[in-house]
C-alpha cells in the first residue's frame, strides 16, 4: 500500500465549480499534514496545514480525519488560475516529507 | 520575501560522471532537505541535514549521494558516479525548525544524465 495515495485526476471543471480532492496516507506515525501546489514542472508550494479541526482560508477548506487517515481539499468558485496538481503531503517526527502521487486539476473558462 | 536558491537550474551530464548540485537556503534557517521527481513522478525524499550532520536519508541515498555544508550558506549534494536513473528534477527545502514548520522549496535543479 502506498504510503499517500491520491486520484490523480484529471479534474477538468468549468470556473466557479467546486472540487473535491481525497488523499488516505498509510502510516499512523505521520504527525503532520499539508496540502501542497506544484504547478508544471516547478517546485511544491504550501498552499495549507490540515488540522483535524479543520481550516479554512479563503475558498479552500481541508479537513483531517485521523481515525480515518484521511485528508481532503475543498476548493470553492475554482479561478482559471487554480490550475495546478495538488499535492498531499503527511509530515513524520524529524521533518521528513512524505508526497502523494498529486491530483491534476484544471480549469476552464 | 527570502526564498531558497538552487544552481545550475540544468545540468547535463555522462553516465559516471560526478555532479555537484548547489543549494542556498534561507538565511535563518536551520533544517535542510534534498528532495528529487523523477518526471512524471511524484516528489520522493532523498534526505534531512541539520546541526552539519544527516539526520535522515531514505533508501535511494545510497553511498553514491553526500550533502555537504561547505560554508555558512551553501548546501550541496553531491552524486559521485550518475547513472541513467539518476535524471530528476532534485528540490532543496529549507526550514526554521523540524516539525510543522513549513519548508520552503528551491525552483530545483534538472538532471538529466545521458
Known amino acids: 500500500r502506498k504510503e499517500v495515495e491520491q486520484d490523480p485526476g484529471p479534474f477538468n471543471v468549468p470556473e466557479g465549480a467546486t472540487v473535491a480532492f481525497n488523499c488516505t496516507y498509510s502510516?499512523?506515525?505521520?504527525?503532520?499534514f499539508f496540502w501542497y501546489r506544484q504547478d508544471c514542472r516547478k517546485e511544491p508550494k504550501l498552499l495549507m496545514s490540515?488540522?483535524?479541526s479543520g481550516n479554512e482560508d479563503g475558498r479552500f477548506t481541508a479537513q483531517l480525519n485521523r481515525a480515518s487517515q484521511y485528508i481532503s481539499l475543498l476548493i470553492r468558485d475554482s479561478k482559471l488560475s487554480d490550475s495546478a496538481t495538488y499535492l498531499c503531503?503527511?509530515?513524520?517526527?524529524?521533518?521528513?516529507?512524505?508526497f502523494g502521487q498529486g491530483t491534476e486539476l484544471s480549469v476552464k473558462p | 520575501e527570502p526564498e531558497v536558491t538552487q544552481t545550475p537550474s540544468h545540468q547535463v551530464t555522462q553516465m559516471g560522471q560526478e555532479v555537484i548540485l548547489r543549494c542556498v537556503p534561507i538565511s535563518n534557517h536551520l533544517y535542510f532537505y534534498w528532495y528529487r521527481q523523477i518526471l512524471g513522478q511524484k516528489v520522493e525524499f532523498l534526505v534531512s541535514f541539520y546541526n552539519n550532520e544527516i539526520s535522515e536519508k531514505s533508501e535511494i541515498f545510497d553511498d553514491q549521494f553526500s550533502v555537504e555544508r561547505p560554508d555558512g550558506s551553501n548546501f550541496t549534494l553531491k552524486i559521485r558516479s550518475t547513472k541513467l536513473e539518476d535524471s530528476a528534477m532534485y528540490f532543496c527545502a529549507s526550514s526554521e525548525q523540524a516539525f510543522t514548520y513549513e519548508q520552503y522549496f528551491g525552483p530545483g535543479t534538472r538532471l538529466t544524465v545521458t
Open positions: 502510516n499512523s506515525a505521520s504527525q503532520s
Open positions: 490540515v488540522y483535524s
Open positions: 503531503v503527511v509530515q513524520y517526527q524529524g521533518g521528513k516529507l512524505i
